[in-house]
């Protein structure tokens, strides 16, 4: 059995908790009632579980190989899929109709998106940035360059890709060196080369669109003169076709731990053509735009390959016999029991279960707000869900893809020796998901920027609001019934989540090392505060049903799975608490020579 | 720069803390004078570091290949490097000197061993597997086949290997089917497949010694009717030089995760001649003897690749220049300041080096319990160094692995991209040391090992003793200095082991579902506690040296490594405690179709 997609979890998330159908008087929620979003579900299940997930072990193992003419020819099948997905019009869920999409909000994309790539990681890639290339194109760019690549980028006729790290800069895009020198007709060369480009050479697409950071001639030093280029591989001739080819080369593949179906590339840039995308030296701000979407597709990444890795452990642990429970026979028939009867298996597939259900509320119940701060007619809702978009993406990205990994780990060591071969698939889920702790910013990152700009921006509102929010629920749902020692654990998870914010206003203020000190843990703290709300959320609507007379399972599961998330998961929240109070001073002691 | 051997670290343990020199009236130890010990050690460091870790990488990237000629050949380099370890005697400085051996301490072959497994884990595996059969031999076999097998495997001459798991058994070798037919002259026929064999064919020896798990014709069901065998690949004739080709075949090898320099072989043997070590039905009991040696052994290994990963690192991170610091420019000559000065980078570099030097402390101080355990001329003394030696076994192999493993994540992350690409080497031990969790049982079985025999054993003396001789240290050294933290937490970490294990005594006896359900959690806070020890140790001596006027900036770096250790590595164990005392109910009440 290949991975499953969760369907019936979405369901629950966005009906029983989300409620989704109360937007429907939202642009784009308009045009997905119910029946259009059980029909995407099942759909995108159908095509990923048959098609993408299938193609999963032939991407690691075959890998994307390099040719001297510079070509790169993706692993057997993906070809193949790709002109189905495109076909399906899989990309284009949540895009502007104007250019091809359909307009749906994004929470139902992202639905999709967490199948897509729990199936196959490495493929969903060349969708992921071509659809965030559009976005870039789309927010930036002026009308005739949108219309002069969105028409084929939004619907994946066209692949797309973002050139951000140069061999001496990665987070420190100020060091950057590629340079654009104004044609004199609007267009410029671009001379540099790129490294780590996912997707910038493969054989899926006619054209690849590339957006490049280069700085202008006489620029400002740093990140205040960088801007943003579409460099295409093919010039659009004036039909809008591939016409042609642009002095741009992929000049090799890295070999990387994981992801061997994505072409990860090296480019060179030699007096390339490319056009400016919004304002110069306004590159930064753009590209950041795309990649806050982008870092909710990281968690989701990171969330995926943990389902994938868990769904497999969890078959394993079910059919694989080895020694008898500790209570008694369980399996007279067989010469042993199933390893899933002996706790400790049960503990190992239970932290990725509780994570993982939790994670994909959040995440979704924060792409919820990511939409509705685009669409909220009301000024104080629409800039109240901005505020937790802002303020929970860095959160989704770092927490979900630590413990993402964590997950696949686990999901190994269910498996025992035979996880460790290149027989079972788990292994390949670890070695993917490594990498969605690191792109798109490292976690580190991610944390300095929750509290170095997410918390303190205006005035600490976003964070407040959480806090406040948390707390009404625990007062609302006050009680004695089955909901206690959820509302008792949000308080808890609350009170330690404010005792962090405080002490970061207080410390990191007299020493930015004290903020930086405690970032990670912080973000942490803040993973495990935001699950505990998710999951008392989710209780609070399962009692519910129960009470209403609803008999499926999944109700008094969840009400299981949230008991074991506060029992076995949520205590590492006072752990990072303890350890992120203790600041800066220790660590910067040390001698650099004595490391 | 390659991996660097930690001579001065072992120093420092050996002679600061342990103060070896005292133990020089036992046999062993008196052959091994301080000049001694420094010769081992700097010679070792120049073996490991000059011949085995430039080796490892190619061994990554070639691998072992298997010929249709049941061949096997290992990485380029390797069979001279093995030579060259023979010539030089490294492989029989703790063994029997009747055999070849130099009968040096193992306290003193370990510290070899760290720095071997260190520098070349996949390559370390041939000796450290021809040790342990080695070991079974001697401690099971007859002097018959002690002389006939010894001397070609003390030093090396002559490989070994452990052969128990078979397609249906890992963990529960009660399931075994390989089987034993008696020939009538003392001989048996050994007939079956095994799997996941290290070392089971390759090129570097003439002769390959293979102890095989088998069940004689007639033998009880179950772990209680298994025997142990000496298989060789080629039978000694009269002048014991490899003569007669036995039949057993490498029929292929495994693709995995990591460990690529290591063959790990599908073993067939058919009517393969083999002779019987110790009693029938006896087999288990000198498997385990050897097992409890390797898997020392093995957390050796979570250790070793824990430290180059952190060097790598380390090194990296002085190195590669990235922003600036939030402190003010630190490197006012470059483009940006290296990364070390940011607080997230230290601190993962710091949970690396604080977990790696109390960790070798731990294995060094246990690995001179099992020493004592055999040399000790009082009785008590002897006693008491054997019931360590057990208790902490499982806490050694578990505990040092799933944290070893962590720390080459976390290299990995200081690492940003770079580190995911195999051009760098913390990829590679990422991947090797996910292993060590896994074989010579699982960490699983290590925790319940360690709660099911280790814990009870002779009504819990060992844990008794170890946590009175905690709590002795904490009394005599009270006091205001600058051991304080290190004695308060040494207090709490006591007061928390033996609050975890009252819980496991009073609820494991009523469900055994509770303490298994405990158990890995249990061993992790086991294993803070006793690096709370180490560290108590550890800044015990830095401050005496410091105060005798040593100016070494060791002994106080000592310091600074040691209350990071308090204040953010420690508090993990609060969290252990609190997870643990949650017990089975929650884990066992999902229905298995739930998962």
Redesign the interface.
């Known amino acids: 059995m290949t991975y499953q997609p969760p369907v019936r979890d979405h369901v629950f998330i966005l009906k029983d908790v989300l409620d989704i159908e109360k937007y429907s008087n939202l642009p784009g929620f308009s045009d997905a009632p119910w029946e259009v979003i059980e029909q995407i579900l099942d759909q995108g299940a159908k095509f990923t579980s048959e098609v993408l997930a299938p193609l999963n072990g032939v991407g690691d193992k075959v890998g994307c190989k390099w040719s001297p003419d510079f070509t790169v020819a993706t692993p057997p099948g993906f070809k193949g899929a790709y002109k189905t997905m495109v076909e399906n019009g899989w990309l284009g869920l949540s895009s502007d109709p104007k250019y091809g999409g359909q307009g749906l909000p994004r929470i139902l994309s992202l639905s999709y998106s967490e199948m897509s790539t729990a199936a196959n990681m490495a493929f969903s890639m060349y969708p992921g940035l071509t659809h965030g290339a559009a976005e870039a194109i789309h927010a930036g760019a002026s009308d005739e360059l949108k219309d002069l690549y969105l028409p084929k980028m939004v619907p994946g006729e066209w692949g797309g890709t973002m050139n951000l ?1 140069e061999p ?5 895009l ?2 950057l060196r590629t340079k654009a020198v104004p044609n004199g007709d609007g267009s410029y060369k671009i001379t540099g080369q790129k490294i ?1 480009i996912s997707g910038g050479e493969h054989d899926l697409t006619d054209n690849i669109v590339h957006l490049v950071l280069a700085r202008i001639e006489g620029a400002p030093e740093g990140v205040k003169g960088i801007s943003l280029f579409i460099v295409p591989k093919f010039l659009p001739d004036a039909d809008g076709n591939p016409g042609e080819r642009n002095n741009l080369q992929c000049v090799g593949l ?5 992801i061997h179906g994505n072409a990860t590339c090296v480019m060179q840039y030699e007096d390339a053509k490319g056009w400016l995308i919004g304002e110069p030296n306004s590159g930064l701000k753009i590209m950041f735009v795309m990649m806050n979407e982008a870092r909710v597709g990281v968690g989701l990444q990171g969330l995926g390959q943990a389902d994938a890795a868990y769904q497999a452990a ?1 078959q394993f ?2 059919e694989r ?3 008898r429970s ?2 008694g026979v369980k399996n007279p028939d067989g ?2 029991d ?1 390893i ?1 009867v ?9 932290d990725t ?1 509780a994570f993982v259900e939790g994670a994909r509320c959040f995440l979704f119940w924060t792409a919820l707000r990511g939409d509705l701060s685009r669409l909220e007619p009301d000024d104080a809702e629409r800039e109240k869900a901005g505020d937790y978009m802002a303020l929970l993406t860095p959160v989704v990205k770092g927490f979900l893809t630590d413990k993402g ?1 964590k997950a696949c ?1 686990d999901a ?2 269910v498996h ?2 035979s ?5 079972f698939p788990v ?1 390949q889920y ?2 993917d998901a ?2 969605t ?3 798109e910013g ?3 990152i991610q ?2 920027d929750l509290i170095g700009r997410k918390l303190p921006a205006k005035n600490g509102r976003g964070i407040m609001t959480f806090l406040s929010e948390l707390e009404s629920f625990a007062n609302e749902n006050d009680g004695e019934g089955e909901l206690k020692p959820f509302v008792d654990a949000l308080r808890t998870s609350k009170d330690q989540l404010q005792d962090a914010a405080m002490w970061l206003m207080q410390n990191g203020l007299q ?3 004290h ?3 405690a ?2 843990d912080f973000m942490h703290l803040f993973g495990y505060s935001a699950l505990a709300y998710m999951w008392a959320l989710m209780a609070k609507v399962s009692i519910a049903r129960i009470a209403e007379g609803e008999t499926d ?1 999944l109700y008094q ?1 969840k009400l ?2 949230g ?2 998330y506060i ?2 998961l949520l ?2 929240a ?2 990072h608490l ?2 992120l109070k ?1 600041g ?1 001073d ?7 020579d ?2």
Chains 1, 2 share one sequence.
């Open positions: 790290t001496q800069c990665g987070t420190d100020g060091l780590w890295e070999e990387k731990m994981g969890a642990a079910k016999l080895q020694m500790l209570t010469p042993a199933p899933i002996h706790p400790d298996v049960r503990r190992m597939l239970l279960k990994f780990v190994m060591q025992g020796g996880g460790f071969t290149e027989h292994s670890l070695r490594r990498i702790m690191i792109y490292t976690n580190g944390a300095l020493n930015p090392d903020a930086a000190a970032s990670v399972p599961n299981i799975t008991r074991y029992e076995r205590p590492d006072a752990s303890a350890k203790t800066a220790t660590m910067m002691s040390m001698p650099v004595a490391f």
